[in-house]
């Protein structure tokens, strides 16, 4: 059975930093491209970013709200994903999703998410 | 960035009504759209993937049709486990982008 587990979101000042991990089992974790979402409370969807596969030299592409700020890394030895969020503001606060592969064919599997409140 | 613009933004139906929601892309996505349905607290879950393939699972009564910058998702008789929120997400090009959404509401 594929699961994503996302942990390690909490209260953070703005201009802090938090790093999300996201752990994944039931799938051979180093095939596949992995994503971010969030989701601000009462809100829609946003998509945060992606990192892709190490056969596709783990490149990542990024929403421009985050860009410069988050950083999407993985550890394919641990089936891991990390989302590392620095120079955190206000509207930064959601909860933050790990996905696997969005749009990929062979089915969709999405985190629990864990909130990320983000407030003086 | 390709906007999604969904609607209607909120619906109120009935059990039994056929419901139609649409997604317009701003540039054609070819068929790289999915629908999702999300209830209060929990993850996505997606329906319709490639804008008209049916996720294993999926009741039949959803389907999906478009291609390029038009395409619908119909529910042919709701049932009360489909009351929720809506989503069309494109992953033609970066950045993805969701549509707003569409809360559908018990009448």
């Known amino acids: 059975e594929v699961q994503l587990v996302e942990s390690g979101g909490g209260l953070v000042q703005p201009g802090g930093s938090l790093r999300l991990p996201c752990a994944a089992s039931?799938?051979?974790?180093?095939?596949?491209?992995m994503d971010w979402v969030r989701q601000a409370p009462e809100k829609g969807l946003e998509w945060v970013g992606r990192?892709?596969?190490?056969?596709?030299?783990?490149?990542?592409e990024y929403a421009a709200s985050v860009k410069g700020r988050f950083t999407i890394s993985r550890d394919d030895s641990k089936n891991s994903l990390y989302l590392q969020m620095n120079s955190l503001r206000t509207e930064d606060t959601a909860v933050y999703y790990c996905?696997?592969?969005?749009?990929?064919?062979?089915?969709?599997?999405w985190g629990q998410g864990t909130l990320v409140t983000v407030s003086p | 960035d390709i906007q999604m613009t969904q609607s209607p933004s909120s619906l109120s139906a009935s059990v039994g009504d056929r419901v139609t929601i649409t997604c317009r892309a701003s540039?054609?996505?070819?068929?790289?759209l999915g629908w999702y349905q999300q209830k209060p607290g929990k993850a996505p879950k997606r329906l319709i993937y490639a804008a008209s393939s049916l996720e294993s699972g999926v009741p039949s009564r959803f389907s999906g049709s478009g291609s390029g910058t038009e395409f619908t998702l119909t529910i042919s008789s709701l049932q009360p486990e489909d009351f929720a929120t809506y989503y069309c997400?494109?992953?033609?090009?970066?950045?993805?982008?969701f549509g707003q959404g569409t809360r559908l509401e018990i009448k």
């Open positions: 039931g799938f051979t974790f180093s095939d596949y491209y």
């Open positions: 996905a696997r592969d969005l749009g990929a064919r062979g089915g969709d599997y």
């Open positions: 990192i892709r596969n190490k056969a596709n030299r783990y490149t990542t």
């Open positions: 997400l494109q992953h033609n090009s970066y950045p993805f982008t």
């Open positions: 540039q054609g996505v070819r068929n790289d």
